[in-house]
């Protein structure tokens, strides 16, 4: 249990790295919620400081996820009763939530598309990978970023029922559900860009 407890506890603090407000002191001497729209994400650095910092957040917000499932999971397995993948799944989450609500930032961080990514790419790479095609092709067509996050966030629970009732993976129904529940999460965190998507006021791609 107490190994349990410091694989979430570390998981947490690992995802809670404010990689965009350390990006936006650096550049911008501010912290980047107080400009664009005002969120701690790969999206709004691009937005205020360009393409270059923002593949950095991304990348790093990315490799958050990766490690906490990957690696972080593995501290004291052998004293934890539970299954590897739930262990897996509980360190994926923790990072998601430390990147939403991070310690170092007042509990106000990103809304966790880029730490997603890499928990779900770490845990089932087909159905990430294909979500992430997804979210390239819509936001380079519709040139609105909320679109492709939300799509793929809805697609990667189907791509792995997909996988397992029509090819026959090994998927895990505390997977999917994992799944569900960040698709559910991403929506909830978007729910601003979604009334403006309405409203036909959301934010495009390529406009600074």
Same mark, same amino acid.
């Given at each position: 249990m107490v190994s349990l407890l410091i694989i979430i506890t570390l998981s947490y603090l690992v995802g809670s790295f404010p990689t965009a407000i350390i990006a936006g002191k650096l550049i911008l001497k501010d912290d980047i919620r107080n400009h664009g729209s005002g969120n701690a994400g790969a999206t709004n650095v691009y937005r205020v400081m360009g393409w270059k910092p923002a593949l950095v957040v991304v990348l790093v917000d990315i490799g958050k996820g990766v490690v906490a499932t990957l690696l972080i999971s593995k501290i004291g397995t052998n004293q934890v009763s539970l299954d590897l993948t739930l262990i897996r799944i509980a360190a994926g989450a923790s990072a998601i939530i430390g990147h939403i609500w991070t310690i170092f930032a007042g509990f106000k961080g990103g809304k966790g598309v880029g730490t997603a990514f890499g928990v779900l790419l770490a845990l089932a790479p087909i159905a990430s990978g294909a979500s992430g095609v997804i979210w390239?092709?819509?936001?380079?067509?519709?040139?609105?970023?909320? &679109? $492709?996050?939300? @799509?793929?966030?809805? #697609?990667?629970?189907? *791509? %792995?029922?997909?996988? !397992? !009732? %029509? #090819? +026959? !993976?090994?998927? @895990? +129904? @505390?997977?999917?559900? *994992? $799944?569900? %529940?960040?698709? #559910?999460? &991403?929506?909830?965190?978007?729910r601003s860009n979604i009334f403006r998507l309405i409203k036909g006021e959301e934010n495009r791609f390529g406009s600074r």
């Open positions: 390239i092709i819509l936001v380079f067509t519709t040139r609105i970023v909320s &679109i $492709g996050s939300i @799509s793929a966030g809805i #697609l990667f629970p189907i *791509m %792995l029922i997909i996988e !397992k !009732k %029509l #090819l +026959n !993976k090994h998927i @895990s +129904n @505390s997977l999917i559900i *994992m $799944g569900i %529940l960040i698709a #559910l999460l &991403i929506i909830v965190t978007h």
